[in-house]
């Protein structure tokens, strides 16, 4: 079994405090992705958006689909419940990566947990203010959700580099091939994101091929999320934490 040792803490000998989280990964990859599309159904049938599909269409943003109510009754308690399952994520796989290092590096995964978190913290200025309408509220949606995913990109391709790199120094053939599905699943959003910019500086109207550029990146984004739990699984990480006091 994998698991992380934190070294030098101030407390009792022989103190364990067990956390027995597997299927975060799974969580927080599929919670979001039922919620936008539960919203995108409530929004629709309420008559707030256009009836589409917008990976074809590019009628709505996610923002839309999850703006009004009653759609918003879902989509917004879904999204302050992801920043939180998201900071969660980040930490335990800074202690994942560790662990699998055997402490041979123990700053390894750092920066990835710290882009990660920030992307969960811009993540909350993105809910607070979706669905206001003066100009300083629309600035701040807008910058909190492009540093969402911006810094979760970020760190996903962090993540899935060091995966593989480590996976293949511990002859873990499985976790590395989870690993290039990762990374493959990291750069396209990232290309994407490239491409959206290209649009948006040359299209009249780009709003269309934004769109379904934001759906396909959010869906592929938490799809990222799920594979976690196979890499997890595969070595027998169970987000167990044994505390030891300092020597």
């Given at each position: ?23 975060l ?13 539960l919203?995108?159904v ?105 540093l ?11 993540l ?59 869906l ?12 997890w ?15």
């Open positions: 079994m994998v698991s992380a040792i934190p070294d030098g803490l101030p407390i009792e000998p022989d103190y364990c405090h067990a956390m027995l989280l597997r299927l990964p799974i969580i927080a990859g599929l919670m979001p992705i039922i919620a936008i599309h919203s995108l409530v929004a629709i049938s309420a008559g707030s958006i256009p009836s589409c599909i917008p990976y074809i269409d590019g009628c709505t943003s996610i923002s839309a689909a999850g703006r009004y109510e009653p759609a918003s009754f879902i989509f917004k308690p879904a999204m302050m419940s992801q920043w939180m399952l998201m900071v969660l994520y980040w930490l335990f796989n800074a202690a994942w990566l560790r662990a699998l290092a055997d402490d041979a590096d123990k700053a390894i995964g750092r920066w990835m947990g710290v882009l990660g978190v920030a992307g969960a913290l811009a993540l909350i200025i993105y809910v607070t203010f979706l669905g206001t309408q003066a100009p300083f509220y629309e600035f701040m949606r807008r910058f909190g959700v492009y969402y995913f911006l810094f979760t990109i970020i760190a996903q391709i962090m899935a580099r060091h995966t593989i790199v480590l996976a293949r120094k511990r002859s873990l053939g499985s976790v590395a091939r989870i690993g290039r599905w990762q990374l493959g699943l990291a750069l396209v959003p990232f290309a994407l994101g490239a491409l959206n910019l290209l649009l948006k500086a040359t299209l009249e109207n780009p709003d269309p091929p934004e769109n379904v550029i934001e759906w396909i990146f959010a592929l984004m938490h799809v990222y999320f799920m594979l976690t739990w196979i890499s699984r595969e070595t027998g990480f169970d987000g167990r934490f044994t505390v030891r006091p300092e020597s």
